[in-house]
């Protein structure tokens, strides 16, 4: 899977996808991350990339033309391979939010093109022309969508093949599974005279496992209680 994000600040998403697991697969060749500065694609001789809002107003807005022209040099990288099916997707506070299903809905692409804003946001009409969808990562409004970015890069990647080990596998964890997971210990067992739960230690598999799906229920019922409810509301 290959992803282009057109940005502002490519070295704040190069930073931060390119350590741990996410820069592992990068590194074995599971996922392509590429990251393209819009201000590369200005025509002007400054390199702006922003001007003042029409009909005014508070900040500066992203033009839409040296982002056509970055998606335009993206778009000819893959100019040999035409049946790429491809999502552009604007990072923006006005999008759907995401959700870890929204995440494995895109693994169905090949390609996913990212469009980070930036002050007051972009222009309109680029959105009209290149974006297939919106997306949030929640109610709340971020300087950049550089974040927003490298949430969703790696919230989908999570779930390529061969990004996580078997033991990591992430059907089992906290939301993909419909619950919270279960709380998870290691050593020392005591802790500031905090002890692991003898069942942990006792070796007895089936016991285990059944603590651990009371655990996970309770604390879900106590934080999450809507992941329950729409659990159920997929049996109907
Ligand atoms: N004026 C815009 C509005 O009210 O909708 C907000 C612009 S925000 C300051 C600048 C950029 O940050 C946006 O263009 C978007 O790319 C990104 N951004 C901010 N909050 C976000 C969020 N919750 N999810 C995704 N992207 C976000």
């Known amino acids: 899977m290959r992803f282009d994000i057109m940005t502002l600040f490519t070295s ?51 033009s839409p033309v040296p982002i056509y022209n970055c998606y335009q040099a993206v778009l000819d990288t893959m100019r040999e391979k035409p049946d790429i099916s491809r999502r552009v997707i604007y990072m923006s506070p006005q999008g759907s939010v995401l959700t870890q299903d929204k995440a494995k809905e895109l693994l169905e692409y090949d390609n996913i093109v990212i469009l980070c804003g930036h002050y007051e946001g972009v222009d309109q009409r680029i959105i009209d022309e290149i974006v297939d969808e919106e997306i949030s990562i929640g109610d709340y409004v971020l300087t950049g969508g550089e974040i927003p970015a490298c949430v969703l890069v790696d919230c989908v990647c999570r779930m390529i093949d061969g990004v996580l080990s078997d033991a990591e596998c992430y059907e089992l964890e906290s939301i993909a599974s419909g619950m919270l997971e279960y709380p998870q210990y290691t050593r020392p067992y005591d802790f500031r005279g905090r002890l692991v739960p003898d069942v942990l230690l006792s070796g007895h598999h089936a016991n285990i496992e059944a603590w651990r799906q009371e655990a996970a229920l309770e604390k879900t019922r106590k934080v999450r209680p809507d992941l329950l409810y729409k659990a159920k509301g997929k049996e109907k």
């Open 12 to 62: 704040l998403i190069d930073g931060v996808l390119s350590e741990s697991i996410i820069g592992r697969a990068r590194a074995a060749g599971i996922v392509e991350i590429n990251t393209h500065d819009i201000r590369d694609y200005s025509e002007n001789k400054h390199r702006r990339v922003d001007d003042t809002p029409y009909g005014g107003g508070m900040g500066m807005l992203m």
